[in-house]
């Protein structure tokens, strides 16, 4: 994806639009921009938690913090995403 709306967004040959592929574009996109999202949380959070003095490389303590700190991070993301994509699929039966 060149990551902009070029004149082929959606579009077929006869120059109709595909509503199902503008979807499946759009929600590719949201993906993306979640993924860069929870990435800038992690990296901000795990820089103020794990790194007192920044400098020129980060010394071995700083290294392993900002590891475990990632790893939980991920973890607790995960665990949030899986109870919510649960919580969607319970309530999408109800309906």
């Known amino acids: 994806m060149e990551g902009g709306f070029g004149s082929d967004f959606g ?3 006869s120059g109709k639009l595909d509503p199902g592929l ?3 574009q759009v929600k590719v996109q949201i993906a993306v921009a979640n993924a860069q ?3 800038q949380r992690m990296t901000d959070k795990c820089f103020r938690k794990c790194i007192g003095k920044p400098g020129s490389s980060l010394d071995n303590s700083e290294q392993k913090c900002v590891a475990m700190c990632m790893d939980r ?5 995960s665990t949030v995403s899986r109870a919510y994509n649960s919580r969607l699929q ?3 039966a109800n309906m």
């Open 11 to 13: 579009g077929s040959s």
């Open 22 to 24: 503008i979807m499946e």
């Open 37 to 39: 999202e929870l990435l």
């Open 73 to 77: 991070y991920m973890d607790a993301w």
């Open 90 to 92: 319970r309530e999408r």
